[in-house]
Each structure stands twice: as structure tokens, then as C-alpha cells.
């Protein structure tokens, strides 16, 4: 027994090192005003290139093959075979609303690699998108592919929301030896919020019921009352290997303390995005702030007792600016606020840059890992709508670079073709090109952090102003375009799809131009103000904050005095 906890504690803390750094935050539609499901992502890496993927419908011969590509490195994993047909995808959702975002945890060490798996994590949402029209359809497709071809990646929470239900599902290979995965998957209960990154949260769930099937019987999973689905040999597995006491109990089995234990990091860097989105729409989480912030409490099983639930019942129903405000989190209104500590610099840059630990004087200390980060590939919220026709019903509103100073435009995903601005192809990460939205954005943002207390707040007005324009133009499309569906189907996809690229590039031309502006205004230090009627604008120099000021004397000591 002691060997068993021994082992979990050491691969737990390997699998946290590892980890990627992705948010997600899952609303249903009873905890939306409009009645929309939601899912937010933020794909976090610091080599990922922020573009908006497309893939067209088609019709495909018998025999055709598909060949997969790792998401993350591009590398060849082989062929697999094409589906008869497949739908068309606007990044993370189709054309008929569905929406699958992710985010990496890692997991157990011995299970972070399968020789001759093909379906990476990237590939079994971008396949099952092609191939899937709802949640309970996805999570089949998923979890068939990666029993037949292998799981090439390692621990993954999966959100998936069509327009009438958000499903959480968590992922693990099988490690060598043994081909595919183990896994849950658990529906939202209507009104709740659930939110996952980089830590696996299911942890204890129902193993027998009416609404409980395992894989087994994965042909009854298009039941509504169905709400938990399980690997059949998903406790057995961990026992069969170590990772769950053999004799302990299967009612007591916890995928996420067996697979993904946590640790101080995981808690620190990764529940406390959690906290800070239940803490938002929630005035009960104050009782988890100790947790989140890495004081972990647990059992002779080595299993937390003090974490947060998987899902909480919001305290109203939130709109979808918020959602995207929600995203742009710093731990802003807590002690860890990250323009609040001497960190942030005399400019209140909620940001640090990697690595996020360090040590000093033999001990060890880390920089906050907050929702917003700098490193940020692109980042979307969807929105799938039942009451409207699926080609106008589904919307990725998508941003490019730190979500708290991107723009968030409206893509409905019924759209064949993405805006030229944001497609595949135009710049990479080693790339520049100013026709990119990836680098206009980069550029305006990374200016930013230099004097963001400066800056920042007219990114903000002028972020907030456009997207609640957005916001405006959608619900005059949505009436429209709904009316002139059901005479004109072609007609009514060209005009949205239209409408959708010309405002991502004319929002990108509105950024290149907005850095100019930003650019004459800031430079050299100085804060210029341009006069109506005079050649030269006016020029302020603010004086640094006097901590900052003492903090240069202390350093400097008499040096910089002057003499009399």
C-alpha cells in the first residue's frame, strides 16, 4: 500500500511539471440569459500560432483515407479511414452547433505514451467535429477512435456543448502495452457552470443507475436520461496497475485523485483559474480560496477532501460579454491580484514572464498563473442557440493572442471560408507578416505590457466598444437571417458567411490602425495628447510610484542624490 501512494504522489508531480496551459469554462443553457450553451477556451502555448481553422463538408469514396497529423508538432501519425461524410467546421464547432474545447493535464507519467497510437488530442476534436452533429454522437465518435487507433497524447479534460446540452469529458491513455484510453464522461446538470484547466476534476460518479452506462452500451447513450458514461475497465485498469488499491472499494474510486493527483501546482496555477470563474458568478467560494490557492487537504487514500465541486449552481445567469470578460481574469479583487505586487513593476502589469517559479535563499516561490496570460494562441467563446436554425444558430466569437486584450468577432460557423486575416497560412510564429491578425494583435498587446496601466485602459474601452457593437449586429443578422433561411438556405450561408469574414478583417485593419495610433501616443515614455488647432500635442510624464522610487534608493543608496 505504501509503495502504491509512494509512486501516485512522484508521477503526480511529473504530470503537473508537464502539463499545457489551457482555460475552459462550460455554461448551460439555464445559466445563460439568451438560453445558449457556451464553452470558452484559451489554447495557451508560447509556440502556438493563433489562426482560425476551416474544414469544408464533403461527400468521400468508399475507401478514401484520412491521414492525422499531431496538432501540437504537426508531426505524421498515419491514416485512418474518411468517413462517408463529414461537416463543416469553423475552428472548435461545426455547422450543425457543436462545439469541443480542451485542456491538457498530463497526468500519470507511465501513461503519457502509446507506440503506434495515431489520434492525438488535437485529431479527435478536429475529426470528431467533421463527423459528429451532437455531444452524445462526439463523445461516441471519441472514444471509438481512440479504442480502434490508440491515444497518442497524454491526460485531457474535453469540454462539449451542442444547443442543448454541455458534457465534461476526461481522458487518460493506457500507456505501452495497451492500446486506447480510459475515460468519463458526465452531462452538466441543467443552470450549472463547470470549468476545467489543466487539472482533471471528475472525481467520484455514479456507477450503476438508470442514467449510468458504461461502454459497453454505448448504443444507449442517445437516451436523454443517460448522464454518466464510463470506460468499462476504467477502475479496473488503475487497479490492475497499481494506481487504485486492489481490495478499496469501486463506489470510492476517483478518476481524477487516481489519475491526476493533485498537488500544490496543481491547485496554484491550475484550480485557481476554476475559483476565480465560479468565484465571479458564485458568492459562496470563498470557502475554497485556501484550496485554490494550493493548501490541499487529504485522506488515508491520498484523495483531496477540501476541493471544489465539479459543477456549482450560479447566483443569476450571465450574458455572453461576461463570458468573455471571464476570460480575462488576473485574480483582480484578491491578495494574489497580479498588478498589486511589487512583480507587476511601477506600470501594474498583471503578467510574468516564464518561468513561473524560482527559488531564493534555498526556497522555493512562483508567479501567479491567472486565466489571461500572454502566451495565448487564440481564444474563443461559442454560443449554440436551439431556438435558431443551425446554420445560423452556432457562433465562435474568436480572438487571437491574451484574451484580455483581444477583440472577440462573431464567426458563424455555417461560414465557408474563414477571413483571410486569421486564416492557416498567412504568417506562423516565425513569420511575421502585418497582414495577420495573430501579429496586429501581438503587436498592440505586447506594447501594452510595457505601460499597462497606461495603455491597457484604452484597449480596453475600445475592445468593450466593439464587441458590444457585435453584439448589436448579431441580433439584427439572427432575425434576419432566420426569416430568409427557410426561403433561402445558399443564400442565407453566403450572406453570414460574408458577414462574417468582412468584420474579422475589417476589425484587424482597425487594430493595425489602432497601434499606430497607440504608438505616437506612448512613445518615449511620454503620454501625448494632440491640441485641435496647434502643430505640437500636449506632453505628460507621470511621476513613478513612490515605492518604486524608494525601492531605487535602497538599491542605489547615495549614488543617485543630489548634491548641494
Request: with cysteine; net charge negative; charged share 25%.
Amino acid at each position: 500500500m505504501r509503495k502504491f501512494y509512494l509512486i501516485t504522489l512522484l508521477l503526480a508531480g511529473l504530470a503537473v511539471m508537464k502539463s499545457e496551459a489551457c482555460t475552459n469554462f462550460l455554461l448551460t443553457k439555464g445559466a445563460t440569459t439568451d438560453g445558449s450553451t457556451m464553452i470558452t477556451y484559451s489554447a495557451d502555448s508560447h509556440v502556438l500560432y493563433g489562426e482560425l481553422y476551416h474544414w469544408g463538408a464533403g461527400i468521400w469514396k468508399e475507401g478514401t483515407m484520412l491521414d492525422i497529423y499531431e496538432w501540437d508538432t504537426g508531426k505524421y501519425m498515419g491514416q485512418i479511414p474518411q468517413a462517408a461524410q463529414t461537416y463543416n467546421v469553423v475552428g472548435n464547432m461545426n455547422e450543425f452547433q457543436l462545439a469541443i474545447g480542451e485542456t491538457t493535464y498530463g497526468g500519470l507519467e507511465a501513461l503519457a505514451t502509446q507506440s503506434g497510437a495515431i489520434m492525438d488530442y488535437g485529431s479527435l476534436i478536429y475529426v470528431t467535429l467533421q463527423r459528429a452533429k451532437t455531444a452524445r454522437e462526439a463523445i461516441v465518435v471519441m472514444t471509438d477512435l481512440v479504442a480502434k487507433y490508440g491515444y497518442a497524447s497524454s491526460g485531457e479534460s474535453f469540454s462539449i456543448s451542442d444547443p442543448d446540452e454541455v458534457w465534461i469529458l476526461e481522458m487518460i491513455g493506457k500507456g505501452e502495452g495497451e492500446k486506447g484510453a480510459v475515460w468519463v464522461a458526465r452531462l452538466v446538470p441543467d443552470g450549472y457552470v463547470c470549468a476545467h484547466a489543466n487539472q482533471a476534476r471528475i472525481t467520484t460518479f455514479p456507477l450503476k443507475g438508470k442514467d449510468v452506462i458504461t461502454s459497453e452500451e454505448m448504443d444507449k447513450i442517445y437516451n436523454p436520461e443517460v448522464t454518466t458514461v464510463y470506460a468499462k475497465d476504467v477502475i479496473s485498469f488503475a487497479k490492475a496497475k497499481g494506481f487504485y488499491p486492489e481490495k478499496a472499494k469501486d463506489s470510492e474510486f476517483s478518476f481524477s485523485d487516481t489519475y491526476n493527483p493533485l498537488n500544490f501546482g496543481a491547485a496554484r496555477s491550475c484550480e485557481i483559474r476554476v475559483w476565480a470563474f465560479f468565484n465571479a458568478v458564485n458568492s459562496d467560494m470563498a470557502q475554497y480560496w485556501d484550496y485554490a490557492k494550493g493548501k490541499i487537504i487529504k485522506d488515508e487514500k491520498r484523495y483531496a477532501t477540501n476541493r471544489m465541486p465539479l459543477w456549482i449552481l450560479p447566483d443569476r445567469k450571465v450574458d455572453v460579454l461576461e463570458v468573455m470578460d471571464f476570460m480575462r481574469d488576473h485574480l483582480e479583487g484578491t491578495e494574489l491580484d497580479m498588478s498589486k505586487d511589487p512583480g507587476a513593476g511601477p506600470y501594474e502589469c498583471p503578467y510574468r514572464w516564464r518561468p513561473m517559479s524560482f527559488t531564493v535563499d534555498g526556497k522555493e516561490y512562483v508567479h501567479e498563473r491567472a486565466t489571461a496570460t500572454q502566451q495565448t494562441g487564440f481564444t474563443f467563446v461559442t454560443q449554440s442557440r436551439s431556438w435558431l436554425p443551425d446554420a445560423v444558430g452556432g457562433i465562435i466569437w474568436f480572438g487571437v493572442d491574451d484574451a484580455a486584450s483581444t477583440v472577440y468577432f462573431p464567426m458563424y460557423t455555417c461560414a465557408t471560408r474563414v477571413p483571410e486575416s486569421y486564416a492557416e497560412g498567412n504568417g506562423s510564429m516565425m513569420e511575421f507578416t502585418t497582414d495577420a491578425a495573430f501579429w496586429v494583435f501581438n503587436q498592440v498587446t505586447n506594447f501594452a505590457y510595457t505601460r499597462y496601466n497606461a495603455i491597457h485602459p484604452e484597449i480596453r474601452a475600445k475592445q468593450k466598444a466593439l464587441e458590444e457593437q457585435y453584439k448589436t449586429f448579431v441580433a439584427f443578422n439572427d432575425k434576419a437571417a432566420a426569416d430568409m433561411y427557410a426561403q433561402n438556405p445558399e443564400g442565407t450561408v453566403a450572406y453570414l458567411t460574408d458577414f462574417s469574414c468582412n468584420t474579422g478583417d475589417r476589425l484587424v485593419e482597425d487594430w493595425r490602425n489602432f497601434y499606430g495610433y497607440l504608438f505616437c501616443r506612448f512613445m518615449d515614455g511620454n503620454i501625448k495628447t494632440a491640441v485641435p488647432g496647434q502643430k505640437n500635442p500636449k506632453v505628460e510624464q507621470p511621476q513613478l510610484p513612490e515605492w518604486y522610487l524608494r525601492n531605487i534608493i535602497e538599491a542605489a543608496g547615495d549614488k543617485l542624490q543630489v548634491m548641494e
